[in-house]
């Protein structure tokens, strides 16, 4: 078992007896994550990604290849440690939506700019830093209003659950389309699953 403080972050994958150096900053991960959802062709979307990843002209491997590929990257360079599955039906964030409150935070916490460590910051870093933001800062505050329940009006608590409701309704997250998301398209849905922090 690989520890965190121990092991070298992978940036490098192999495949056969070629090697290939991984650039899976944060930024680009959510960009990859944001290509795919896009309404495009599954080859289009692949061979975006491996590059977005810095595979140079990946329409020179093969499409099994190209395939493994952006799996191994997956598995080796963005996956994060597993936690048990959290009993949430709804998405408490967003990368995208909550990108300022995610900036604001990090400022807050620990004095970086996410913006001039974009290419630089490893996707893994950003995820155990973003799980570790203390309680006070804005997107913990937000995630919390969303996961709030709506107390049941017992009569005098009229105020307090219409101030929870109007909370929970000014933070929404828009209801994302699409669904019958498949194969690789799949993996880049997990990511936010996986950043959120347990207990």
Aim: neutral net charge.
């Amino acid at each position: 078992m690989m520890g965190f403080l121990t092991e070298p972050i992978e940036d490098i994958v192999r495949i056969g007896r070629r090697k290939y150096c991984i650039n899976a900053a944060f930024d680009i991960v959510l960009d990859v994550q944001r290509l795919y959802r896009e309404e495009l062709p599954d080859v289009i979307k692949l061979d975006q990604a491996l590059k977005m990843f810095g595979v140079a002209k990946p329409e020179k491997i093969t499409p099994q290849t190209r395939t493994e590929l952006l799996n191994d990257i997956y598995k080796n360079c963005v996956n994060t440690k597993q936690r048990p599955p959290v009993k949430q039906q709804l998405p408490v964030f967003d990368f995208e939506e909550d990108a300022e409150y995610i900036y604001a935070s990090f400022m807050l916490d620990y004095g970086i700019d996410l913006i001039d460590v974009q290419g630089r910051l490893h996707w893994k870093k950003f995820i155990a830093l973003f799980q570790g933001l203390s309680e006070h800062t804005k997107i913990r505050e937000i995630m919390k209003i969303r996961s709030m329940e709506v107390p049941r009006y017992d009569g005098h608590n009229q105020k307090q659950i219409q101030e929870i409701q109007e909370l929970k309704s000014y933070y929404a997250l828009p209801v994302r389309g699409g669904g019958g998301q498949q194969g690789l398209d799949a993996l880049f849905s997990a990511l936010e699953a996986q950043a959120v922090r347990n207990g």
